[in-house]
């Protein structure tokens, strides 16, 4: 959205309103950029999936290429800390898709269209559950260490450059 792209300002329509960029865009502009990055190590995707749809076309479009999605991060809030975090977002940035009606509006969506997915990896035993109710550098502490743990369990080391 900020370097005015077309996909850019068909998202920003769905996102001023506090929607969800529908499905079919989302997943275009995402199969373009990962065939672009084929050849990659592996890929972190943050925010998305974010509908149950999204997260089946993944699962099809990277299993063809042999790369099932390994690990699903969830960083668990309360309600009423993230619409407290929507808004001040939206003061302190003067976003117009973070005032009350829409931050409202958005945890609805999540309720509806995103919680669902907690259910579609944890059957999958892909999901790990991170305190996102901790300062900033706790929670991503224990990002990393989640990462960490999964890529030594799984004997798979990163690689340092």
Same mark, same amino acid.
């Given at each position: 959205?900020?370097?005015? #792209?077309?996909?850019?300002?068909?998202?920003?329509?769905? *996102?001023?309103?506090?929607?969800? +960029?529908?499905?079919?865009?989302?997943?275009?502009? =995402?199969?373009?950029?990962? =065939?672009?990055?084929?050849? &990659?190590?592996?890929?972190?995707?943050?925010?998305?999936?974010? #509908?149950?749809?999204?997260?089946?076309?993944? @699962?099809? /479009? /990277?299993?063809?290429?042999?790369?099932?999605?390994?690990?699903?991060?969830?960083?668990?809030?309360?309600?009423?800390?993230?619409?407290? $975090?929507?808004?001040?977002?939206?003061?302190?940035?003067?976003? &117009?898709?973070? &005032?009350?009606? *829409?931050?409202?509006? $958005? /945890?609805? +969506?999540?309720?509806?269209?995103?919680?669902?997915?907690?259910?579609?990896?944890? +059957?999958?035993?892909?999901?790990?559950? +991170?305190?996102?109710?901790?300062?900033?550098?706790?929670?991503?502490?224990?990002?990393?260490?989640?990462? @960490?743990?999964?890529?030594?369990?799984?004997?798979? /080391?990163?690689?340092?450059?």
């Amino acid at each position: 959205m900020e370097k005015g #792209t077309m996909i850019g300002k068909e998202a920003g329509k769905y *996102i001023d309103k506090g929607l969800l +960029v529908p499905d079919e865009i989302v997943l275009r502009e =995402l199969y373009r950029q990962a =065939l672009e990055h084929l050849d &990659s190590p592996g890929f972190i995707f943050d925010g998305f999936p974010r #509908t149950i749809v999204q997260a089946e076309t993944l @699962d099809r /479009l /990277l299993e063809k290429k042999g790369i099932p999605i390994s690990m699903v991060i969830s960083v668990v809030v309360e309600e009423q800390e993230l619409f407290k $975090r929507i808004r001040g977002r939206g003061e302190d940035s003067g976003r &117009s898709d973070d &005032s009350v009606d *829409i931050a409202k509006l $958005r /945890l609805n +969506v999540y309720k509806e269209q995103t919680r669902p997915l907690m259910d579609y990896y944890s +059957v999958q035993g892909k999901i790990v559950s +991170v305190n996102g109710m901790e300062p900033v550098d706790k929670v991503f502490d224990k990002i990393c260490l989640a990462i @960490d743990t999964f890529l030594v369990s799984r004997k798979v /080391l990163p690689v340092v450059e």
